[in-house]
Nanobody, 126 residues
Framework: QVQLVESGGGLVQAGASLRLSCADS????????MGWFRQAPGKEREFLAA??????????ADSVKGQGRFTISRDNTKNTVYLQMNNLKPEDTAIYYC?????????????????WGQGTQVTVSS
């Protein structure tokens, strides 16, 4: 069983950095590829980044890839996946979710993620 709990969100000013964490209390964390998504008010939940079970392969949405502001990583010894976010902008304001993939490859499709955390709010003021 996978139980994901996000933390690290908050209210910050534009230009600040945050590191989100997503911890799994189960014993199968390292079996799953993991992803980060976000959902802004009135918008669809969007894919941000994914990381393979080993951490050796990552993938990013085109919207964040070019800017290089977001970095996904994981520590399987701590059953935790991270999302480092730098130079935050007001348009980054959203609820951020981590998820465990239900398929054996990196994916950006929400429907292919099997387990979801409850989300953590990130608010960036201008």
């Amino acid at each position: 069983q996978v139980q994901l709990v996000e933390s690290g969100g908050g209210l910050v000013q534009a230009g600040a950095s945050l590191r989100l964490s997503c911890a799994d209390s189960g014993r199968t964390f390292r079996s799953y590829a993991m992803g980060w998504f976000r959902q802004a008010p009135g918008k669809e939940r969007e894919f941000l980044a994914a990381i393979s079970w080993s951490g050796g392969v990552t993938d990013y949405a085109d919207s964040v890839k070019g800017q290089g502001r977001f970095t996904i990583s994981r520590d399987n010894t701590k059953n935790t996946v991270y999302l480092q976010m730098n130079n935050l902008k007001p348009e980054d304001t959203a609820i951020y979710y981590c998820a465990a993939s239900g398929v054996g490859w990196l994916t950006s499709q929400k429907s292919e993620y099997r387990y979801w955390g409850q989300g953590t709010q990130v608010t960036v003021s201008s």
